[in-house]
Nanobody, 121 residues
Framework: QVQLVQSGGGLVQAGGSLRLSCALS????????VAWFRQAPGKEREFVNA????????ALTDSVKGRFAITRDDTKTTVYLQMNSLKPDDTAVYYC??????????????WGQGTQVTVSS
């Protein structure tokens, strides 16, 4: 089973930027679609965006359009979430997840450990 290790995140002022990384390892690590989710305190987990194994972004949540970008490197084993123009409402624990299909409703069997993003006003 593929393993996912996240890095990045932290504390930033509103309007600032952060980049999260999600490194995949294990069998066929470069063959998975990857999605980013987030969960704010007291709220349900929210789908953010997703990318296919070939690098096509197939889903994007309205609240982050124009501000967040998902990419993956040439080896296909690291996925990034570039977050710009951050708002306090973006404060949450962010998770990456791997599955067969890049879609909000898809099944994701492997998850990263989560990373805290805090945006101060």
């Amino acid at each position: 089973q593929v393993q996912l290790v996240q890095s990045g995140g932290g504390l930033v002022q509103a309007g600032g930027s952060l980049r999260l990384s999600c490194a995949l390892s294990g069998p066929d690590a470069n063959m998975y679609a990857v999605a980013w989710f987030r969960q704010a305190p007291g709220k349900e987990r929210e789908f953010v965006n997703a990318i296919t194994r070939s690098g096509l972004v197939v889903a994007l949540t309205d609240s982050v359009k124009g501000r967040f970008a998902i990419t993956r490197d040439d080896t296909k084993t690291t996925v990034y979430l570039q977050m710009n123009s951050l708002k306090p409402d973006d404060t949450a624990v962010y998770y990456c997840a791997a599955g067969a299909v890049a879609s909000p409703g898809a099944r994701y069997d492997s998850w990263g450990q989560g990373t805290q993003v805090t945006v101060s006003s």
